[in-house]
């Protein structure tokens, strides 16, 4: 029985990896840089998660008690995620992005991140 | 019950980070259980001022049907995208920038949604308009820029709008 087990947790391993491995190999592959934005996404939602359900299989069916500190990773990890994302995504916009260049945002007067008055930039940047 | 919403800005916050502690200490015990319910009522209390207004929960059923639905497209969608990865080539990729029109209005909600979009993988929410009707989205590979957005007005703006509205 021990040996199914081990087996369990080595399959949510080698996935984990695998997606690892195609999240890295993804932010060297891809073009510009809010393609590759999308590829360490991925690396956190199946690559962890994978050695997650793996660490809590294994503190279950082997150590034979329970541990739920994995959940609480998985929390931050869902929670930060996100807005590490937000935040290299503004960074290009500011630097590479002009209005025209993005979508019309409907009924608004523009995306929030361009919304900011020409007198408010320094010097070196409105020149 | 005016002084009681004093105490408790948000009940539903004081629950989870009493939760979060236990799990945290990884050990049941009356002790961590009293430290936890302390910091519950603390942490929600100093930091009222940035969150003056209680997001209003409708159905808290629907959130574990969100919870599994948002569960399923991450690993259905890291499939799509590892095949994307590794099987074609940059030049055929079609990355896209689509506009999503918002009908949330609570912040707490449209936060949800840009979080989900950015973790289901092959779209990264990127910005939200002057006057939040708006999502900016970025998508890997979206031949149908329509489709995308159709499919995250459906599966999680339909959803969300039940939770909260």
Not at chain 2, 140 to 143: D, T, V, Y
């Given at each position: 029985m021990e040996q199914v087990y081990e087996i369990l947790i080595v399959v949510f391993l080698v996935i984990s990896g695998i997606f690892g491995i195609v999240g890295s190999f993804g932010l060297i592959k891809l073009g510009d840089p809010m393609s590759r934005l999308h590829a360490p996404t991925k690396a956190t939602t199946l690559g962890v998660g994978g050695v997650l359900i793996a660490s809590m299989l294994h503190s279950i069916l082997i150590e034979g008690k329970l541990s739920l500190h994995e959940l609480l990773i998985t929390l931050f990890l869902l929670l930060t995620a996100p807005i590490t994302a937000h935040f290299i995504a503004k960074a290009h916009i500011h630097r590479h992005e002009t209005p025209e260049d993005l979508p019309d945002p409907g009924g608004d007067h523009g995306w929030a991140t361009l919304q900011c008055d020409p007198e408010d930039l320094p010097e070196n940047e409105t020149s | 019950m005016k002084l009681i919403r004093r105490i408790f800005p948000h009940p539903l916050l004081s629950l989870l980070l009493t939760i979060v502690w236990l799990l945290l200490v990884n050990r049941f015990s009356i002790n961590s259980l009293l430290f936890g319910g302390f910091l519950g009522i603390v942490i929600p209390f100093i930091t009222r001022p940035y969150w003056p207004n209680m997001p209003r929960i409708r159905h808290p059923l629907k959130i574990v049907e969100y919870i599994l639905v948002v569960l399923y497209d991450i690993v259905v969608a890291n499939v799509v995208v590892a095949k994307l990865v590794l099987f074609h080539k940059n030049e055929n990729l079609k990355a896209a920038w689509i506009s999503v029109p918002l009908e949330l209005k609570s912040p707490e909600a449209i936060t949800v949604l840009a979080g989900t979009i950015t973790l289901t993988p092959g779209t990264v929410s990127s910005d939200v308009s002057s006057e939040g009707h708006a999502l900016l989205v970025h998508c890997?590979?979206?031949?149908d820029p329509d489709a995308v957005c159709e499919d995250i007005k459906t599966r999680y703006e339909g959803r969300l709008k039940e939770i909260f509205e």
């Open positions: - | 890997l590979h979206a031949p």
